[in-house]
């Protein structure tokens, strides 16, 4: 594909164990490893997880996720009913579908209970909290480029829903907007821990950086894919993406990404449920703390 960081590339070479990789033996190795080479292990991680979860693996020794069926909605158990039914009648389609979505664009539309196989207008969410449905899909329709899954995965990735979560670096809120950015946008009386103008907050800014990473490919002083470089940039700034022309090849940025796509699939519906997943290590954003230290990033030869 045109325009791949190396988080995408090790993304499209993770999944595609989903298609290769359908014996246990062959995915007990990739996970074993994984986990052995440290900070690569901490990269793809959530992709084997989700490679387990379709071929009916035991998590055993990869770390606890509990029972992917306990505590969930009825709407969430009805979707994940009919996610099972499709699975076990077609595995391979199951998983090349998680496979295009992971390395897609994230424009696809958030997994909703169906009437006759179907989505309809009263179809409830299964992916994210029912009370943020619908700001999710409108904030991920006021540009082009990002997506009501990308909003979601984002949050997910970044919080775990969580509306009182403060980071490490101090942003506050389910959608970790940096302090000075949300003041930006939603103006200095807001309150980061309210989720709508955190999610409202955090919509603008993706879309304002992808506006700016676009035109940087246009004058090539960057290069990459448009929403992997968009991601980095909510990450560790756009100054950050500008000065090394292209995603950092840090283990940070590498595994923001990665850990940022993992959950698209989810989202859109194949694969475990989202909020059930949220504390295995990989699919949670722990602001570069796990892993060996990230390399910097070496100045460009003149």
């Not at 950092?248 to 989202?267: E, K």
Request: a negative charge.
């Amino acid at each position: 594909m045109a325009g791949e960081s190396n988080g995408t590339k090790m993304a499209v070479a993770a999944v595609g164990g989903f298609g290769c990789l359908a014996a246990p033996v062959g995915v007990a190795l990739m996970a074993g490893v994984l986990i052995l080479v440290g900070g690569l292990g901490v990269l793809l991680f959530p992709l084997v997880i989700i490679y387990m979860f379709f071929h009916g693996l035991s998590f055993s020794g990869l770390g606890s996720v509990g029972d992917l069926n306990s505590g969930l909605t009825d709407a969430e158990q009805r979707c994940e009913t009919s996610e099972q039914a499709k699975l076990e009648s077609d595995p391979q389609s199951a998983a090349d579908r998680a496979s295009r979505i992971i390395t897609g664009d994230g424009l696809g539309k958030l997994e909703v209970t169906l009437s006759n196989g179907a989505e309809h207008a009263g179809g409830e969410p299964c992916t994210v909290p029912s009370d943020l449905y619908s700001i999710i899909n409108s904030t991920g329709r006021i540009c082009d480029a990002i997506g009501p899954v990308v909003i979601a995965s984002q949050i997910q990735y970044e919080s775990g829903f969580d509306s009182k979560f403060v980071g490490l670096n101090g942003a506050k809120g389910i959608s970790q907007v940096p302090v000075e950015v949300f003041k930006k946008f939603q103006g200095e009386d807001a309150d980061p821990f309210q989720p709508k103008e955190s999610i409202a907050a955090q919509g603008k800014y993706l879309c304002d950086l992808s506006k700016q990473i676009g035109e940087m490919l246009e004058r090539n002083e960057v290069t990459g894919n448009l929403l992997d470089l968009t991601l980095t940039a909510y990450d560790v700034g756009i100054d950050t993406v500008r000065t090394a022309k292209a995603v950092p090849a840090t283990n940070d940025s590498q595994s923001y990404i990665t850990g940022v796509r993992t959950w698209f699939a989810t989202m859109e519906g194949v694969g475990p449920p989202p909020r059930k997943l949220a504390g295995v290590p990989g699919l949670r954003d722990d602001g570069g703390q796990s892993g060996p230290a990230a390399e910097p990033v070496p100045e460009p030869e003149p």
